[in-house]
């Protein structure tokens, strides 16, 4: 019991540890800054002490500011550190006791690494309003061969891979490029290959269920307005890690309300 409680604990703060490196890399893969080097401030470039590096406490005590130049600190910080220790400790809760060993423990790695890297795509896009092909490319490489050595099936894959990259260039195609942008078909391919089929295509349909939910109280709540363009790439993460971890269950009940065995 105790032990458990531990592993989750220690999980959530390595989470939120990998979440600061998520902050990190999005500032600089978009200012085209090399991810060695210590940390410094944006705007009075003064290297921040590593006590001021706290994922969340740090914020928290600082005011939300730098203790330099007391230039405001994005919100996004401590939200994406505390977005990602949840997902770790998700991670860690649904495995545990690790029963079968190495296989266990690889699956957790692939859901962990998998969700915060839609976790660092949704920040990028929110950020940035754009997306990093390069980086997506390079990632459905990743985690399509991942998935196949952990299935060991390579069709689910392919499937999936195709339908997510078909299902949003369709979209981009037939808004010309108003719906969505050149770099959500990649996203889409990156779910394939993480979800495969048929979860991809519940990974979508959660997408537009829980994301137009969203941006409907986002709305009203006057945090976007009627005709801003709102980044698609965090809707889909919603959806995708969604999917990652309850496709299976949702996929079964589809299939007992529509009569399948």
């Not at 959660?206 to 994301?211: D, M």
Request: hydrophobic share 55%.
């Amino acid at each position: 019991m105790w032990e458990a409680i531990i592993a989750i604990l220690f999980a959530f703060v390595f989470g939120m540890a990998l979440g600061s490196f998520i902050n990190m890399l999005v500032y600089r893969m978009r200012m085209g800054i090399s991810i060695l080097g210590r940390s410094k401030c944006p705007e009075c470039h003064i290297h921040i002490k590593p006590r001021h590096m706290i994922p969340v406490i740090s914020w928290i005590l600082l005011n939300g500011k730098c203790v330099d130049c007391e230039t405001q600190i994005n919100l996004q910080y401590p939200i994406v550190e505390f977005i990602s220790g949840v997902v770790a400790m998700v991670v860690m809760a649904r495995y545990l006791p690790f029963q079968h060993g190495f296989s266990d423990l690889n699956l957790a790695l692939f859901e962990l690494l998998f969700a915060l890297t839609l976790v660092f795509l949704a920040v990028f896009d929110w950020r940035w309003k754009l997306l990093p092909i390069e980086f997506m490319i390079g990632a459905v490489a990743l985690f399509g061969g991942w998935n196949t050595f952990l299935s060991g099936s390579f069709q689910p894959l392919v499937l999936g891979i195709v339908f997510g990259a078909s299902f949003l260039g369709l979209q981009v195609i037939l808004s010309g490029g108003k719906w969505m942008g050149a770099g959500d078909p990649w996203l889409g391919a990156l779910l394939g290959a993480g979800l495969g089929w048929p979860n991809v295509g519940i990974g979508m349909y959660l997408t537009y269920l829980i994301g137009g939910f969203l941006v409907f109280i986002l709305l009203i709540i006057g945090v976007v307005k009627r005709r801003s363009r709102i980044p698609f790439a965090p809707l889909l993460a919603i959806g995708g890690i969604s999917a990652l971890w309850f496709g299976e269950a949702i996929g079964l009940w589809f299939a007992r309300a529509m009569g399948v065995t």
